[in-house]
């Protein structure tokens, strides 16, 4: 004998609401990395651990990874273990660190054995326009740099300046979108021995004509020439 569910239960169940997809916690592909200051700390969230280091690496704390909760716009890892307590709280909006000029995706806050410090998580968001940005040359036309000295590239608003791994130069530009003018490049005339002089001809060559810029990540610059050569660079600390 079938026994009638009542009608009010029935009723319930069709109303209840379906929590939202975009609710649910994002798997951690990867490393997840936040990083504070004042006192300096990070955290690294892998699939299997979270590691926080903190008063500029003087302590540590390593828990499992729990599954995280679904918080308002984030999500939060709550860890324990017999000598330590671990909360972090990661919310979604941009966040800049204090002491550079990176911004971020998240803003993340970290409870530390009842200690609470504020940063910022995720890969850095690359620069809405490149003044006011330093980086490091990592490679020219598909080889590594070479030279006694790292190559560097300073952009200001209407000018940039750096070094070869040579000589120094500079020149003005103009960024319009992802296009670079760059317009005559001046630079010291110092001879320099091995690979370095033929690395400061081809990203010269790279300078002659309008580039593009595009970003791996927040911090990996990509400039491309109109001949095809490529400089790649590492966002300086």
Same mark, same amino acid.
């Given at each position: 004998?079938?026994?009638?569910?009542?009608?009010?239960?029935?009723?319930?169940?069709?109303?209840?609401?379906?929590?939202?997809?975009?609710?649910?916690?994002?798997?951690?592909?990867?490393? *997840?990395? #936040?990083?504070?200051?004042?006192?300096?700390?990070? @955290?690294? +969230? !892998?699939? $299997? /651990?979270?590691?926080?280091?903190?008063?500029?690496?003087?302590?540590?704390?390593?828990?499992?990874?729990?599954?995280?909760?679904?918080?308002?716009?984030?999500?939060? *890892?709550? #860890?324990?273990?017999?000598?330590?307590?671990?909360? @972090?709280? +990661? !919310?979604? $909006? /941009?966040?800049?660190?204090?002491?550079?000029?990176?911004?971020?995706?998240?803003?993340?806050?970290?409870?530390?054995?009842?200690?609470?410090?504020?940063?910022?998580?995720?890969? #850095?968001?690359?620069?809405?326009?490149?003044?006011?940005?330093?980086? !490091?040359?990592?490679?020219?036309?598909?080889?590594?740099?070479?030279?006694?000295?790292?190559?560097?590239?300073?952009?200001?608003?209407?000018?940039?300046?750096?070094?070869?791994?040579?000589?120094?130069?500079?020149?003005?530009?103009?960024?319009?979108?992802?296009?670079?003018?760059?317009?005559?490049?001046?630079?010291?005339?110092?001879?320099?021995?091995?690979?370095?002089?033929?690395?400061?001809?081809?990203?010269?060559?790279?300078?002659?004509?309008?580039?593009?810029?595009?970003?791996?990540?927040?911090?990996?610059?990509?400039?491309?020439?109109?001949?095809?050569?490529?400089?790649?660079?590492?966002?300086?600390?």
């Amino acid at each position: 004998m079938k026994t009638a569910l009542p009608v009010a239960a029935l009723l319930l169940a069709a109303c209840s609401p379906t929590p939202p997809a975009g609710d649910a916690p994002p798997p951690v592909v990867g490393n *997840y990395r #936040a990083i504070g200051t004042e006192p300096g700390w990070t @955290v690294t +969230i !892998t699939p $299997g /651990q979270i590691e926080y280091l903190g008063n500029y690496g003087e302590t540590t704390i390593v828990t499992p990874r729990p599954e995280p909760r679904a918080t308002f716009n984030g999500h939060r *890892y709550e #860890a324990k273990t017999e000598a330590h307590s671990l909360v @972090v709280d +990661i !919310t979604h $909006g /941009q966040c800049s660190d204090g002491m550079s000029d990176r911004t971020y995706p998240d803003t993340v806050m970290v409870i530390a054995d009842g200690k609470t410090v504020k940063g910022c998580g995720g890969p #850095a968001v690359p620069p809405a326009k490149l003044a006011g940005t330093s980086w !490091t040359i990592i490679s020219i036309g598909g080889t590594a740099a070479a030279g006694d000295r790292p190559g560097t590239l300073a952009f200001s608003e209407d000018r940039l300046s750096g070094s070869s791994g040579c000589n120094r130069f500079s020149s003005p530009y103009a960024q319009t979108g992802d296009r670079l003018s760059i317009s005559a490049v001046t630079s010291t005339k110092m001879a320099c021995p091995g690979p370095a002089m033929e690395q400061e001809s081809k990203l010269f060559e790279i300078f002659a004509s309008e580039v593009r810029v595009s970003f791996r990540d927040g911090d990996t610059l990509v400039i491309t020439g109109g001949n095809g050569g490529q400089v790649v660079l590492k966002r300086a600390i």
